[in-house]
């Protein structure tokens, strides 16, 4: 087992009645740990767990509770993903454009593998807060490496095989199927290449316009990155 170091913050309420953990939403912040946590605290938001770039976790929240890390979001059925979501945020420089430390990316795996095994979450729920808000949100980042989490069991990642099994050419559905809110198509969009190809997004030096600008207005994925659309599609529709 991991370590892990108790922060205590009084910033949760209960779960809905009846309501399982079925989701991992990650987060990225500019700040180190603990100044991150005193910023929280600042602002009466929480997460369940927040990650150093040294790979040291605190726990700020008891997992049981609904902690105030994802805001108003969406992914395939849940709405509100604070009521089905353990949260957690990982420090980085550069809002998740530099690469994430090793030993911080193994401490965030084996945190997830255990909470997947314990709750039994479904692969297609581990998502970014980009995924689940992606008219506000840009985290964690470009650099997450959402690959390497899947080689690990953890998410979903595509095999490009997989693209000409699926019929579907309509971009806006086959993001509704691997589970985004398509009422913005651009921000959706985008969110997904901060996903799966983050070659598509613009990096930007300042953080700031990151945050005040999360997507391009008119963006759209371009057609010859269709079949990577298409190969996702098919790995989140196959998991359900
Ligand atoms: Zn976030």
């Known amino acids: 087992m991991y370590p ?3 922060i205590s913050l009084p910033y949760w309420n209960e779960r809905p009645k009846k309501t399982i953990i079925k ?3 990650l987060h990225c912040s500019t ?3 603990v100044p991150m946590i005193k910023l929280l605290k600042r602002l009466h938001l929480s997460a369940h767990f927040v990650i150093g770039t040294d790979g040291r976790i605190f726990q700020l929240v008891p997992e049981e509770k609904r902690a105030f890390h994802a805001g108003v979001s969406r992914w395939r059925n849940m709405y509100n993903l604070n009521h089905y979501s353990i949260g957690i945020e990982l420090s980085t420089p550069k809002m998740g454009q530099t690469a994430y430390h090793e030993t911080q990316i193994k401490a965030a795996m084996q945190l ?3 909470l997947v095994r314990r709750y039994d979450i479904p692969s297609a729920n581990i998502v970014a807060h980009s995924d689940v808000a992606p008219t506000r949100k840009p985290d964690p980042g470009i650099m997450f ?5 899947a080689d690990n069991g953890i998410g979903l990642w595509y095999d490009i095989a997989d693209a000409e099994k699926v019929l579907e050419n309509d971009k806006a559905v086959l993001l509704e199927q691997i589970g985004y809110d398509t009422r913005n ?3 959706a969009s985008y969110a997904f290449c901060r996903h799966f190809l983050p070659q598509l997004v613009a990096t930007e030096d300042d953080v700031t316009k990151l945050i005040a600008q999360v997507y391009p207005p008119d963006f759209n994925i371009p057609d010859e990155y269709l079949p990577v659309l298409k190969a996702c599609a098919y790995a989140f529709t196959k998991s359900d």
């Open 4 to 6: 892990i170091t108790y």
């Open 23 to 25: 989701s991992v939403v």
């Open 31 to 33: 700040h180190e740990a």
């Open 112 to 114: 997830c593998r255990d």
């Open 145 to 149: 490496p959402w690959k390497k989490f």
């Open 185 to 187: 198509p651009a921000a």
